[in-house]
């Protein structure tokens, strides 16, 4: 295969655009980014560059004061000036640009060139390759651009401690720049009276809530009520309204006469306020007003001041949740330096701070509430939870906003102190272990009560509802809205509906986990707690170096295995089958575990039309490692196959035949048959001669009264092995080239009224229909094994699908890895939608 000088191989598979700066992983990728916008664009902008430089010539000697057209008018003589380009800051020369290039050359061959007076040294202009360097902001103080900086002044610092007070302070707001928003808060504050009098724009987040940054945007909130009132006793008496209006009303006959606040939306709202910031706030532009977002804002940037701002309407709850914080960060000390220290790691990990807002990582309040309840899960903990906040305030701060208690102390003397005496190096280290041993996807992270509520309550709409409400003891007659269960969910303080880690995917929650595991394991070592007495960077400077800057990221990228995640979902299911799921509690993942093996087999098989066949290899169901280590759930015979694979696969998929240890620590059998907990073909009955494992030793004591070791994790599941299961499959046609091409035209053929949901199941089949067509007789293109293991005790829920290439003559194998990758748990998540 042939390829320009653009465009190289790449060891590891694919192919890289030097051009560009892109990677693509395959041919058919590469195809479509050399027909692309961007591609295109740069090839050209390129081929400009270069005619440019071969009609240019490179001119020096004149006076300082020549001046562009005494330049033009002298090399007007040899051909037509298309430009020139004069320089004369750190030297005097000029860039002469021709139209043609015989214009150049004849210039170029004239012997000797004099412009008044001066002699003239001219040369071809330097031909340099052409580099593409996107645009970035190049903001001194942003978080991504500190590390430098940083890295020396915080490796002279006596301790961890130290170097963490020390990011506080280089990060700060300076009091002449809270100043700076004071008085750019008084300035709306004065301008928004005259259009909509008594209102009040109260700032709220990063600004207020003591965990300021340079960069961090001005949140306000303009608060309406008293505007509403004022409106409606203005016109609800003609008299007083004529009398208004020839004193201090003149505003309100030119905006509040026209919108009546308590019918108007929150768009028109915004479209008003946008058009005072236009028009009357001196600096102001770049206004932009977001109604579709999921909190409507108008945007704003102040040009002199350099600050950027948002301001929604009546968003009372936010400035209530900024309060909570500032309170949080009062009662401890050590809380400030955590927040800026694992915020500042998060951007260096790309977990967080995306410039352009949105996309699936994890903003600073969704971090710091996460710090916060891990402060609240310790022993003894440093933060109380809200709920017992609540019981320390008096009856005069007691406080309701749309229907959510937002109760607590306003002073934190009312708040007894922590018993807690750990240091800031510890809490950190012990920040990165609590959250890589966590269990995400089977926990709600809830502030209110200070620990994790387990996701089964929030599986079934209704169930999930009452027990939700018993839980957190919500007050008031709000209705509880569905909850979006992602990744990792993470309730808001106040508002209970409100999943603050919603945005999260599973790509996002393992890049989490496993930067936690390794900051983890790092803060374990001598470089993270003791300074180099060679002058090397420890402590912080190690653990913020940016990702992919060390040798760690890029092993971990070598030994990349071929396996594809599906994690637990409970949003994505339908409500019959949370309401079983629920019913089956700790059960539960066996239970999705089948589920999601019908779902992968009708994937392959139906859509992909593959062929999909159960493995003659045996596969032995895993026992959970630390019950090994334990002697513990050695009761337990299992092993596991999927098959008969054939058109009924759907209604019937055997899996992971298994014996449940009997007695306090699981069901017996004949319990477990008989409740919902577990579906029949999870259970086997055997005899006591039976339940022996193979390659472990028999304990040597079966006393029931023993008691675990006091390290010993909490199982979530009563079961104590991990299903597994193993198919054969044969792949006939090339079901990822062309696919997208494929789809469009299918659209385009059918009428608007038959057309199927894009990237449906009905429509992706269609597809592989199509391009299966093409090809008048199947072959076999590759075959290839494939294991389903489900993960999921105290680490998250989630089925692991391992592929092993087999006989593969084309080399298709890569190609079609990379199509699943994103297809096969898109595709499985749609067919567990339909379940019944």
């Known amino acids: ?14 192919y890289h655009c030097k051009l560009c700066d892109i990677h693509v992983p395959n041919k058919a990728s590469l195809d479509d980014h050399l027909k692309g916008r961007k591609h295109q664009k740069l090839s050209s902008v390129r081929a400009t560059r270069k005619a440019q430089a071969e009609s240019s010539l490179f001119v020096t000697g004149f006076a300082r004061e020549t001046s562009q057209l005494q330049l033009i ?6 051909g037509s000036v298309a430009e020139v380009i004069i320089d004369k800051k750190k030297a005097v020369y000029a860039i002469v640009q021709f139209s043609e290039i015989e214009g150049m050359q004849s210039a170029f061959s004239h012997s000797q060139h004099v412009l008044d007076g001066q002699k003239l040294c001219v040369k071809p202009r330097e031909k340099k390759e052409f580099r593409y360097i996107p645009k970035k902001k190049q903001d001194p103080r942003n978080l991504h651009q500190c590390v430098e900086h940083l890295s020396q002044e915080l490796c002279q610092a006596a301790s961890v401690n130290e170097q963490m007070h020390r990011v506080v302070e280089s990060f700060q707001l300076s009091e002449a720049e809270k100043e700076v928003r004071n008085l750019l808060v008084e300035l709306l504050q004065g301008v928004f009276t005259e259009f909509f ?20 945007d001005l949140d306000l909130s303009l608060d309406l009520e008293k505007t509403k009132t004022f409106q409606a006793r203005v016109k609800g008496s003609s008299d007083q309204a004529q009398e208004c209006r020839s004193e201090d009303i003149q505003s309100e006959d030119s905006i509040l006469s026209d919108i ?126 809200v709920n017992q906040l609540k019981e320390m305030a008096c009856e005069e701060e007691e406080c309701v906003i749309e229907g959510w208690d937002c109760t607590f102390p306003s002073q934190p003397i009312a708040v007894h102190p922590s018993k807690n005496t750990e240091n800031l190096c510890a809490l950190l280290a012990g920040f990165f ?46 209705s509880l809205k569905n909850i979006r269960l992602g990744p990792v969910n993470l309730l808001d303080p106040f508002e209970l509906c409100h999943n603050v880690a919603g945005n999260l995917n599973e790509r996002t929650q393992k890049g989490f986990r496993r930067e936690c595991e390794e900051a983890a394991k790092y803060c374990r070592s001598l470089q993270y707690q003791r300074k180099s007495t060679k002058g090397k960077v420890w402590g912080l400077v190690r653990l913020f170096e940016p990702l992919g800057g060390g040798t760690q990221g890029l092993s971990r990228d070598t030994e990349r295995e071929l396996a594809i995640s599906i994690p637990f979902k409970a949003a994505m299911l339908p409500d019959s089958v949370r309401s079983e799921l629920l019913l089956a509690r700790g059960l539960f993942r066996q239970l999705w575990f089948k589920k999601v093996c019908q779902a992968v087999v009708g994937v392959l098989q139906d859509v992909l039309k593959c062929s999909v066949a159960p493995s003659d290899k045996p596969v032995k169901a895993r026992v959970r490692q630390e019950e090994l280590e334990h002697g513990e759930g050695t009761d337990c015979a299992a092993s596991a196959h999927i098959g008969p694979v054939n058109e009924d696969v759907k209604q019937d998929v055997s899996v992971t035949d298994c014996t449940l240890p009997a007695g306090e620590n699981g069901l017996n059998v004949q319990e477990a048959k008989n409740s919902c907990a577990c579906p029949s073909s999870l259970i086997k009955e055997c005899s006591p001669q039976d339940t022996v494992l193979v390659g472990l030793k028999r304990p040597l004591c079966r006393d029931d009264t023993l008691v675990s070791p006091p390290n010993k994790k909490q199982m979530l599941d009563s079961a104590t092995m991990q299903p597994l299961a193993h198919w054969h499959c044969l792949l006939w046609h090339r079901v990822w080239v062309g696919r997208r091409k494929v789809r469009h035209n299918l ?64 080399g298709l194998f890569q190609d079609f890895f990379h199509f699943l990758e994103s297809f096969l748990p898109k595709m499985t998540e749609k067919l567990l939608a339909k379940l019944k």
């Open 1 to 14: 295969m042939e390829f320009n000088s653009d465009i190289q191989s790449v060891l590891k598979g694919g």
């Open 73 to 78: 008018d002298y090399f007007q003589h040899f």
């Open 197 to 216: 009098p008594e209102c009040c724009l109260q700032p709220f987040g990063s600004s207020v809530n003591t965990f300021d940054i340079h960069s961090c």
């Open 260 to 385: 009546d606040l308590f019918t108007a939306s929150t768009a028109e709202v915004l479209d008003l306020v946008a058009a005072v910031l236009r028009k009357c706030v001196p600096g102001v532009h770049k206004v932009q007003v977001l109604s579709s977002a999921r909190l409507p804002v108008v945007k704003f940037s102040h040009r002199e001041l350099g600050l950027q701002g948002d301001i929604t309407i009546n968003n009372r709850l936010a400035v209530r949740n900024t309060r909570l914080l500032q309170l949080y960060s009062r009662l401890d000390a050590r809380l400030r330096p955590l927040v800026y220290c694992i915020r500042y790691w998060a951007k260096q990990k790309h977990l967080a701070g995306n410039p352009f807002g949105g996309g699936p990582l994890l903003n600073n309040y969704a971090l710091t509430l996460l710090i916060i309840f891990f402060l609240q899960n310790l022993d003894p903990p440093v933060l109380p939870s």
């Open 433 to 478: 272990s609590f959250y890589d041993q966590f269990d995400f996807s089977g926990s709600v992270i809830s502030l209110r009560e200070g620990q994790p509520l387990p996701v089964t309550g929030f599986l079934s709409k209704t169930v999930g509802e009452e027990e939700l409400m018993e839980q957190l003891g919500k007050a008031g007659d709000c």
């Open 747 to 810: 659209l385009k053929s059918l009428r608007e009224a038959s057309k199927p949901e894009v990237g449906g199941i009905e429509l992706e089949t269609c597809v592989t229909k199509s391009i299966a067509q093409e090809n008048e007789e199947a072959q076999k293109l590759l075959e290839f094994s494939m294991e389903a293991e489900l993960l999921g005790c105290t680490d998250d829920t989630q089925i692991i699908l391992k592929f092993t290439p087999g006989e593969d003559h084309g």
